[in-house]
């Protein structure tokens, strides 16, 4: 027997699927618009960043800086929070002074806890912080980022060592051939005398 899918039922699959819709579309994090260190940002006090995003709604936020080797020199959070179209300083305080010209990776993300891809974005900026140079900056989903120092500076590019090319290994053997033969000349000038 072939029933017939009556508006009553329609109507119930319709509101089911906006339920659906509204829920997920409540769990979506916000979008992450740009990062920056913050113009007080310091090696004694601030690891601030500047942030910018949209559409955040009520969430977590949380924020680390790191030292090159990991540690641990301040932190905030997690705490919640309701900024939506967010664009200003994102305080992330340094407790443990660092010694001048020191790298920083100041960390940061915002949405659920425990953040996920889909429901939570992160910001970071790997700095020194005497010359406030930027040496790497990302945002985007959470997941996206280097979450602390070292992880930073392993992305950064290595200068190319020289001597193990094959170009340069040529050259230091002429070099060598010609040092040594220059002195094997020398040496049949002064016995020649």
């Known amino acids: ?26 769990a ?3 979008t992450a618009l740009a990062v920056d260190i913050d113009p007080g940002a310091n090696c004694t006090s601030k690891a601030d960043l500047n942030v910018s995003w949209s559409s955040a709604g009520l ?16 932190t905030f959070g997690p705490s919640s929070s309701a900024n939506n179209d967010y664009s200003g300083t994102y305080q992330i305080p340094i407790t443990t ?9 100041s960390y940061t993300w915002v949405g659920s806890n425990p ?10 900026v790997l700095y020194n912080c005497s010359t406030r140079v930027v040496l790497l900056r990302c945002f985007g989903a959470f997941g996206a980022c280097p979450r602390d120092a070292p992880a930073a500076i392993a992305l950064l590019p290595r200068p190319a060592v020289p001597a193990s090319s094959a170009e340069m290994l040529a050259a230091m053997m002429v070099l060598v051939m010609l040092i040594g033969g220059g002195m094997l000349h020398r ?4 016995g020649a005398r």
Do not use: C, Y
């Not at 002074?97 to 990776?105: K, M, V």
């Not at 040496?187 to 002064?190: K, L």
């Open 1 to 26: 027997m072939h029933k017939r899918f009556g508006f009553g039922r329609l109507a119930w699959l319709g509101a089911s699927l906006l339920a659906l819709v509204l829920a997920v579309s409540s």
């Open 28 to 30: 979506q994090a916000a």
């Open 59 to 74: 969430h977590d936020e949380f924020g680390v800086a790191t030292d090159r080797i990991g540690n641990n020199i301040g």
């Open 97 to 105: 002074q660092q010694p001048p010209n020191s790298l920083i990776g």
């Open 115 to 124: 953040p996920t891809p889909a429901t939570a974005i992160e910001f970071f």
């Open 187 to 190: 040496r049949r000038r002064i």
